[in-house]
């Protein structure tokens, strides 16, 4: 039997839009031929990361999936004003009735909401309302030293810096400071375990989504499959006040892991022409995994709005768009990289 090709996981955040990950994990758990190996999550890519760790600790590759059918069943079922608004049971899952609904509401209510109300306005009621979904996981499996390595993204408030989380380190604080959006939920506090001091995190997206280089050590393998949930390229450009927030949104979500692209490719270069000695730096295999097409269709709005409906049809075309790459690159892992970075950065 041919040895299982060893691959990372760079998962990107995006709210509800994560269900997209949860369909590509849940494609990769049913191939036999990939091992993961080290996982880097940020904002929802950081619970489906610790959903996909705890099960394979736990059961293997069908448990993993169960977790993860488990963790996106309860986020379809949070009911919070601040999760979905009061125009969540009317938004459309995908596609075109979300321009209709952009068209009759060019100004959402949600985003107005959060420019207008702190989420420190609720005082001493506030609870944030994917702690449950959160807390429901084993953290003794997602710390375990067995399984791949996992790596959790947050924003240091204070100091505006990223703070990667590993090992014991990852805790449920971690998990809802990575998916801490600022405007919505109040700063995630705990006692930084590598400093001991009382720190503040936001959205680990603001500095790394995902971030990269815990997946540069020389003990994991070179080849890193990135899902990407915040599309790259829009060709139209933006012009209604939700579309512009949404461009905005996206090109702040992805300009971290550009920069780290920008880099790998930069390393890849040096290495191509030979000045670098040989095993002075990492040559990295990049690739991604991704839906444009079905991104640009939908709106920072239903990152918001976890509905049931929306949440299959987003794992569906995870589990489509993971089949897709299968096919085409599966025999590429392991020997070369399927992004063109420089193509991508010209």
């Given at each position: ?193 590598k400093t001991g001091k009382l720190e503040a995190f936001w959205d680990g997206g ?49 300009s971290s892991l550009l920069r780290e692209l920008r880099a790998v490719s930069f390393v890849k ?78």
């Amino acid at each position: 039997m041919e040895k299982p090709r060893r691959i990372n996981l760079a998962l990107q955040g995006g709210g509800a839009h994560g269900a997209f990950t949860w369909g590509v994990l849940d494609r990769l758990l049913q191939e036999p031929g990939i091992e993961i190996a080290g996982i880097s999550g940020t904002s929802a890519g950081a619970l489906n990361g610790a959903a996909l760790k705890a099960g394979l600790v736990a059961g293997g590759r069908a448990e993993a999936r169960r977790v993860l059918n488990q963790v996106w069943h309860r986020v379809g079922a949070v009911r919070d004003l601040r999760m979905t608004g009061w125009f969540a049971s009317m938004l459309p899952p995908v596609g075109a009735l979300n321009s209709l609904t952009e068209a009759l509401m060019p100004l959402n209510p949600m985003e107005v909401a959060t420019r207008l109300v702190s989420p420190y306005a609720y005082g001493p009621l506030y609870r944030n309302p994917l702690e449950g979904v959160v807390r429901s996981l084993r953290f003794d499996q997602v710390c375990a030293r067995e399984g791949p390595a996992l790596f959790i993204a947050a924003t240091n408030v204070r100091t505006g810096k990223i703070r990667v989380f590993e090992g014991d380190e990852i805790s449920s604080e971690a998990i809802l400071a990575s998916a801490c959006l600022p405007t919505v939920f109040q700063a995630v506090e705990f006692e930084d375990p590598k400093t001991g001091k009382l720190e503040a995190f936001w959205d680990g997206g603001y500095t790394g989504n995902p971030a990269l280089f815990p997946l540069f050590d020389p003990a994991l393998p070179a080849d890193i499959v990135i899902v990407n949930i915040n599309p790259l390229l829009r060709d139209m450009v933006p012009t209604t006040p939700q579309e512009i927030q949404n461009r905005i949104n996206e090109i702040s979500f992805n300009s971290s892991l550009l920069r780290e692209l920008r880099a790998v490719s930069f390393v890849k270069r040096l290495v191509a022409e030979g000045r670098l000695p040989e095993g002075a730096m990492k040559n990295m295999l990049v690739h991604m995994i991704a839906d444009d097409a079905l991104m640009n269709t939908l709106s920072v709005t239903s990152k918001l709005a976890p509905t049931p409906y929306l949440l299959h049809e987003l794992k569906e075309a995870g589990r489509k768009a993971a089949d897709g790459f299968l096919v085409q690159h599966m025999d590429a892992l392991g020997t070369e990289a399927t992004v063109d970075l420089v193509a991508l950065f010209a």
